[in-house]
């Protein structure tokens, strides 16, 4: 199964999108993973900058996104939402979710041990 994001686009600095993070096969329950969600932008690494843990639904934000995003399950939607505000140039990037399999977030939202990545969704944050 791939974790596919969706809800990208352009807007301006201090806007707000919400992308979605759902499963591309059924059978898969966000309410049982962990999920992160990841960007990369041009000739950057790959940064964490959410996670939701499967075990207790404690939730974590990279620094830099801090107060700014929010990272939610529906259950009855079986997606996985990152809201976000207050968006930044630096904010544009490819945003990808992905899964761990496993009960809790990894320290600094480590990409290296997710998987199930799905195609990104571009954010870009212009006037």
């Known amino acids: 199964v791939q974790l596919q994001a969706s809800g990208g686009g352009l807007v301006q600095p201090g806007g707000s999108l919400r992308l979605s993070c759902a499963a591309s096969a059924s059978g898969f329950n966000v309410d049982y993973y962990t999920i992160g969600w990841f960007r990369q932008a041009p000739g950057k690494e790959r940064e964490g900058v959410s996670c939701i843990s499967a075990s207790d639904d404690n939730t974590y934000y990279a620094e830099s996104v801090q107060g700014r995003l929010a990272i939610s399950r529906d259950s009855a939607k079986n997606t996985v939402y990152l809201q976000m505000s207050g968006l930044k140039p630096e904010d544009t990037a490819v945003y990808y979710c992905?899964?761990?399999?496993?009960?809790?977030?990894?320290?600094?939202?480590?990409?290296?041990?997710?998987?199930?990545w799905g195609q990104g969704t571009q954010v870009t944050v212009s006037s």
């Open positions: 992905a899964t761990n399999y496993g009960p809790t977030c990894p320290s600094g939202i480590d990409g290296a041990t997710f998987a199930s």
